[in-house]
């Protein structure tokens, strides 16, 4: 089952973006959930994780203190807060099923990916 990402966009840097991720009729609480980007010509990268119950939570270095991710397993929903955004943020965001998020080798993609959203910061 994919799970889709949206509410990318064109912002200024500086600016704030929510994106969110569901997957309908999908047992979302069973899974851990990964958010991961691409910037044209480089590598797919991790961004955060959120474990089942939301207690364990990862980001990278770059977007500590800046993004904060959450879900609301009734709503079968994850989010990405994304505040004080800058150019290097620029990529298209994805969401996947991970193994968990205690450690990089938990956080591998469970399933296929599906379709990111675009998000662009520029002045």
């Known amino acids: 089952v994919q799970l889709q990402a949206s509410g990318g966009g064109l912002v200024q840097p500086g600016e704030s973006l929510r994106l969110s991720c569901t997957t309908p009729g999908f047992n979302f609480d069973y899974y851990a959930v990964g958010w991961f980007r691409q910037a044209p010509g480089k590598e797919r990268e991790e961004v955060s994780c959120?474990?089942?119950?939301?207690?364990?939570?990862f980001y990278r270095d770059s977007v500590k203190g800046r993004f904060t991710i959450s879900r609301d397993n009734g709503k079968k929903m994850v989010y990405l807060q994304m505040n004080s955004l800058q150019p290097e943020d620029t990529a298209v965001y994805y969401c996947v099923k991970v193994w968990g998020c205690s450690s990089s080798a938990d956080r591998r993609p469970l399933g296929s990916w599906g379709q990111g959203t675009q998000v662009t910061v520029s002045s």
């Open positions: 959120i474990s089942t119950s939301g207690a364990v939570t």
